[in-house]
């Protein structure tokens, strides 16, 4: 009986202990993370450039961007952990939503 309730309890833990445990981090998280810091004030800098360019400019630069911002956000997701971890990826998430809203609204197929 102790040890049916001893698997049970578990069997119920393992989900938490799961999460507990510490994710293994790639070997290249520190350069990885340095390397998305320089790119995202690039980043910034192109948008920044073509805030007054055409719409054709624009939409290519926005569909830029996202695809930049997913590899990003799967760099902060690998490399980093608690607070900070969700922090950025959650405002990764919300740029990305944003971006894809703007491109569906002002881009279309373009």
Same mark, same amino acid.
């Given at each position: ?17 799961? $999460?507990?445990?510490?994710?293994? @981090? ?14 995202? +004030? ?17 939409? $290519? ?13 799967? @760099? ?8 900070? +971890?969700? $922090? ?12 894809? @809203? ?9």
């Amino acid at each position: 009986m102790i040890g049916r309730t001893v698997l049970a309890l578990t069997l119920a833990l393992l989900p938490m202990l799961a $999460q507990a445990q510490p994710r293994p @981090v790639p070997a290249t998280c520190s350069r990885d993370l340095f390397q998305n810091e320089a790119a995202m +004030r690039q980043r910034q800098y192109r948008m920044q450039q073509v805030a007054n360019a055409d719409q054709a400019t624009q939409c $290519q630069a926005w569909r830029d961007h996202v695809a930049f911002m997913q590899k990003a956000r799967s @760099v902060f997701a690998t490399c980093q952990s608690g607070a900070q +971890r969700e $922090q950025n990826v959650a405002q990764m998430d919300e740029s990305l939503s944003e971006y894809r @809203v703007l491109l569906a609204n002002r881009c279309g197929k373009r």
